[in-house]
């Protein structure tokens, strides 16, 4: 079938993108799904720095690239391998397949599987290749997805189903923002009831492990660089919030620091604001030469622990059915997440937004119309 998409034709381009236009919005042609695939129309799509980070060149794939890995769909059609998922089923994307029988898939999320890291780092989809073409030339998949178009094939294992009750706005969320930065809190960090939770960077990740630490019964404190982020941070539940230079000056300390920037300096903020016996988590993905430094006496001489954390920890066919029964329940409002909705015609705009520090979750719509600060 013919689609149209957002397809990444180089990266490393400078920005500003509106300018420089890296991603172009082209007809490309989609095979039919597989066996064990799926035809997903797509709802809404959220745009993520790891989307961004393909874009500027911090996180190389290959070109061109049908870009876009946090949404929600329709089902329009099934393999005929799958049987747990109908037509007309709402489900959403994840961007790390789990094939369920490689070694890291064992580890209950610790581990990224290892067949979906290599599917990925390849842009193909699990199952091996790729179904886009443009002008007969194949296009790569961005992390199993490619959300940005008005439709995908992806394999069964690169999506979870979710109640219709779940608006398509907020369950596309649930696939990236929320995994992420809620996993890093509920499955990498060891968090105690009741116990604070600092978060180190305010996107959709930060932000995220801040809805799900407050949906679960923990106080908040929420760091940032940037003002306007302090003050969404309190809107959303933070009982505190502060600039990094205030909370050191201040002595914030708690047993639980989430980093989610992404940052050398994010990371080290994290880290000098972890109690003695508590726990850094980063979620951040920083480009791949940065560098952070910290003191190594302090994790003995603290009884310290560092985290690390992708995807949250997560296994997303667990988890992202109980962020959804949470939202259902009225305990996490994961609309907060949204900073505004653009078309797809506006997506090198959007990423100029994106890497100016003040968008948390813009997302795409597939609508004619541009409606923005929703």
């Given at each position: ?8 034709e180089?990266?490393g ?5 509106a300018?420089?236009r890296?991603?172009?919005?082209d ?8 066996p064990?695939?799926l ?5 809404a799509?959220?745009?993520c ?9 911090n ?6 690239m049908l870009?876009?890995h946090e ?6 059609a099934v ?5 747990d ?9 994840t961007?790390?397949?789990?094939c369920?029988?490689?070694?890291a ?7 990224p ?9 390849k842009?193909e989809l699990?199952g ?7 002008r007969g030339e194949?296009?790569a ?6 959300a ?6 992806v394999d069964?294992?690169s999506?979870?189903p979710?109640?219709?009750a779940?608006?398509a706005?907020?369950a ?6 929320v995994?992420?930065?809620?996993g ?9 009831d ?5 978060v180190?960077g305010?996107?959709g990740v930060g932000?995220?492990?801040?809805l ?15 003002e ?6 309190r809107a959303?539940g933070?009982?505190?919030a502060?600039?990094?230079e ?11 620091v ?6 050398p300096?994010?990371?080290e903020?994290?880290f000098?604001?972890?109690?003695p ?5 980063t979620?951040g ?7 952070s ?10 009884a310290?622990t560092?985290?690390?954390s992708?995807?949250g ?5 667990r988890?992202?059915p109980?962020?959804?029964d949470?939202?259902l329940?009225?305990?996490l409002p994961?609309e907060?997440?949204v900073?505004?909705?653009v ?8 990423m ?7 968008a948390l ?9 541009i409606?923005?600060?929703a």
């Amino acid at each position: 079938m013919r689609i149209s998409g957002a397809v990444l034709e180089e990266s490393g381009r400078p920005g500003p993108f509106a300018e420089t236009r890296p991603l172009v919005v082209d007809e490309l042609d989609l095979a039919e799904p597989g066996p064990t695939e799926l035809l997903v129309r797509i709802e809404a799509a959220g745009i993520c720095h790891s989307d961004l980070s393909v874009v500027d060149g911090n996180r190389p794939r290959p070109t061109p690239m049908l870009l876009g890995h946090e949404a929600a769909g329709i089902v329009e059609a099934v393999g005929r391998d799958v049987h747990d998922v109908a037509e007309g089923n709402r489900v959403v994307l994840t961007f790390l397949p789990r094939c369920g029988d490689c070694a890291a898939c064992a580890t209950n999320g610790r581990l990224p599987c290892e067949r979906g890291g290599a599917a990925n780092a390849k842009g193909e989809l699990l199952g091996g290749g790729t179904r886009l073409r443009r002008r007969g030339e194949p296009v790569a998949h961005h992390l199993g997805a490619s959300a940005f178009a008005d439709h995908a094939v992806v394999d069964r294992r690169s999506v979870v189903p979710v109640p219709a009750a779940v608006p398509a706005e907020v369950a596309a969320l649930l696939g990236c923002a929320v995994l992420t930065g809620g996993g890093a809190v509920l499955n990498a960090s060891g968090v105690r009831d009741g116990e604070p939770v600092l978060v180190v960077g305010l996107g959709g990740v930060g932000t995220a492990a801040l809805l799900v630490a407050k949906a679960t019964g923990h106080p908040v404190i929420a760091v940032d660089a940037i003002e306007s982020k302090l003050a969404s941070a309190r809107a959303s539940g933070a009982d505190e919030a502060w600039t990094p230079e205030q909370a050191r000056e201040a002595g914030v300390r708690a047993p639980v620091v989430i980093e989610a920037a992404g940052h050398p300096a994010a990371f080290e903020t994290a880290f000098a604001l972890t109690a003695p016996g508590g726990t850094t988590v980063t979620v951040g993905l920083p480009r791949a030469d940065a560098r952070s430094s910290i003191p190594p006496l302090t994790l003995t001489s603290e009884a310290r622990t560092v985290v690390g954390s992708y995807l949250g920890s997560s296994v997303p066919a667990r988890d992202v059915p109980a962020y959804a029964d949470l939202w259902l329940d009225g305990r996490l409002p994961v609309e907060r997440l949204v900073s505004g909705r653009v078309s797809l015609a506006r997506i090198n705009e959007a990423m100029d937004a994106l890497a100016s520090g003040t968008a948390l979750r813009q997302l795409i719509t597939f609508e004619d119309t541009i409606e923005e600060d929703a």
